[in-house]
């Protein structure tokens, strides 16, 4: 039975190998020419100003469940379509359960003020 193992064993110890080596070599042969443009700070265009453990207002967080609760549904809603008259009832009771968690989730958002923008 093990010998069924071999092959996965021998594909990880090539693509480990491999991986390895071409990792080394582009360490060893790629360039390395830092300057101060390499070392600024990453797409923000100026220094970091506060510590970056700072706390987030509430309102960053909420407009991120927004975003996933339409994500989500819509990720979801298309498949389900789909095959809507396979599953049946069983089906349809589970989306509206689906449904009814994003709605209980969007009245959250409501409630906290995530739509009001200033």
Do not use: H, Q
């Not at 110890?13 to 700070?41: C, H, Q, W, Y």
């Not at 498949?79 to 809507?84: E, S």
């Amino acid at each position: 039975m093990l010998e069924n193992y071999l092959p996965i064993l021998i594909f990880l110890l090539v693509t480990a190998v491999m991986g390895s080596v071409f990792i080394i070599l582009g360490k060893l042969l790629g360039p390395s020419r830092p300057d101060a443009e390499k070392n600024s700070p990453y797409e923000c265009g100026f220094e970091a100003f506060e510590d970056s453990r700072m706390k987030f207002d509430v309102r960053y967080y909420l407009v991120a469940i927004l975003f996933i609760i339409f994500d989500l549904e819509i990720a979801f809603l298309f498949p389900w379509a789909i095959v809507l008259d396979e599953i049946g009832v069983f089906g349809l009771l589970a989306m509206a359960v689906f449904l009814a968690v994003l709605v209980i989730g969007f009245i959250y958002e409501w409630k906290k003020g995530a739509l009001e923008w200033e």
